[in-house]
Nanobody, 122 residues
């Protein structure tokens, strides 16, 4: 079965850090662009970051640029999102998704994880 499973979410204070993991099974992750999306209560889903499968390019939403870092470990078939200097507005359910190419739209994603909750609060 094709599956993406996120982990690493939790409660963290403003200014703190978390590292999220997206582990793939049933397919080879390095063939796909991997995106992170997030959705806060009452808000639309928004694209956070993406790692291309073709040229190694990475992309970040302006709101997280300089604070978040996306990376791959192909040997572990896993993608990570390192989140530093967290703010309360980063609070959301974070999902990873696989697609042919990076896109800021959630349309066209081939596989989705169920999500992991990140709460930034003092």
């Amino acid at each position: 079965q094709v599956q993406l499973v996120e982990s690493g979410g939790g409660l963290v204070q403003p200014g703190g850090s978390l590292s999220l993991s997206c582990a793939a099974s049933g397919f080879t992750l390095d063939r796909y662009a991997i995106s992170w999306f997030r959705q806060a209560p009452g808000k639309e889903r928004e694209g956070v970051s993406c790692a291309s499968s073709h040229d190694g390019s990475t992309y970040y939403a302006e709101s997280v640029k300089g604070r978040f870092t996306i990376s791959r470990d192909n040997a572990k078939n896993t993608v990570y999102l390192q989140m530093d200097s967290l703010k309360p507005e980063d609070t959301a359910v974070y999902h990873c998704a696989a697609s042919y190419a990076c896109s800021w739209s959630s349309d066209g994603m081939d596989f989705w994880g169920k999500g992991t909750l990140v709460t930034v609060s003092s």
